[in-house]
């Protein structure tokens, strides 16, 4: 197909797919005359992948760039994608406080992977933001809230066994690899849009208990 | 103190605090001669407030603002302060796809808000978020991916109630405000970091089972 239907059936507007072919993100169509160049499947299901990741997942060009660059490698495996795409989505934390309230901050965040039977090293992207987040909590005298990381922690780890459960269905590695970057990337997203509903219902379950008390 | 010190304690650049001030994040200090103004411990905690919402938890000086008007609004409630924090965290889903398709996933999300027995409604942030995720997932034939939601449901309604019960022991309502808006910023964050560490971990655990075998 031309440009022009690509841009019809993806939504993707033609200065737009140019662009993301000049960034790197899609392949360049196959040049069939000296001024037309031709698509394929393979190029519309690729530029959903690159809205779902840019627009829903709120990845910057680059990262998706490099997530883009596991996914097309040769050498592509679950596990490598999996890191790649959590390097992407994971903003990298700002070290603020002093040493000790960090150090302090680390040996807790190591203490918990390990009460949680967890393997993970410290060179895992989500490590360094918990630290972060814990010397925020205590910065600002809220150790109280704290409490909560463990509960995270649980629901964390049977979801990363469903997560990779549901992935062993998907026939191919392709399939498992898109499923992992999707997953990651939007996974996130859904997670965190189910807590803001579940809150709400929460704390206005808690207000209506309240009033009628 | 003076604006030097106030800098020293919170680890704020002094044209950082100005900057912060002229943005209506921070409340004036107190004009105690021409050339100098003092500000307090409440400056401080504010300073570290700001930087927990810009740094660690990614808002944008407006979204801070907003939540902040809400943190200070002598009308301050829990619930209030919720859907301020919940609405500033949140990306606004942009409707993409055809209608037929948006509509629905609006009615499999309303589906699984009413399996899940929540009161929350279409205004949550948080729903229309998702309605564009479900779309996605759709788009790319990725529905297999689905059956994780309502995993991520039930973890969620867990979650916020473990919140609110931890949010239950704050002496004050401006603790609790305080509280339901670091909650909502740096929980999400919490549990994106602990997703990525407990995937690790479940997927390191799966390879090593595949190579054993």
Chains 1, 2 share one sequence.
Do not use: C, F
Request: hydrophobic residues 40%; charged residues 25%.
């Amino acid at each position: 197909m031309r440009i022009g239907e690509l841009a019809r059936r993806t939504g993707v507007p033609v200065p737009t797919i140019k662009y993301y072919s000049r960034e790197g993100l899609l392949p360049a169509g196959e040049r069939t005359s000296p001024n037309q160049v031709a698509y394929d499947d393979g190029h519309v299901r690729r530029l959903k992948l690159i809205r779902a990741m840019l627009e829903v997942g709120g990845l910057s060009i680059a990262a998706a760039r490099d997530v883009l660059a596991e996914v097309d490698s040769p050498h592509r495996t679950v596990h490598g994608a999996l890191g790649v795409a959590q390097s992407a989505v994971t903003r990298s934390a700002s070290e603020r406080g002093g040493q000790e309230d960090w150090e302090r901050a680390e040996a807790e965040v190591s203490e918990l992977v390990r009460r949680h039977g967890w393997t993970a090293k410290p060179e895992n992207p989500g490590w360094q933001s918990l630290v972060q987040i814990v010397v925020t909590y205590r910065d600002l005298d809220r150790g109280d809230l704290l409490v909560l990381l463990d509960k995270y922690a649980a629901a964390a780890g049977e979801l990363a066994s469903a997560e990779l459960a549901a992935l062993a269905h998907a026939p191919s590695t392709d399939g498992k690899v898109e499923g992992v970057v999707l997953g990651t990337v939007l996974g996130d997203a859904a997670m965190s849009a189910l807590r803001r509903i579940a809150q709400e219902d929460a704390s206005s379950k808690l207000q209506g208990a309240r009033r009628s008390a």
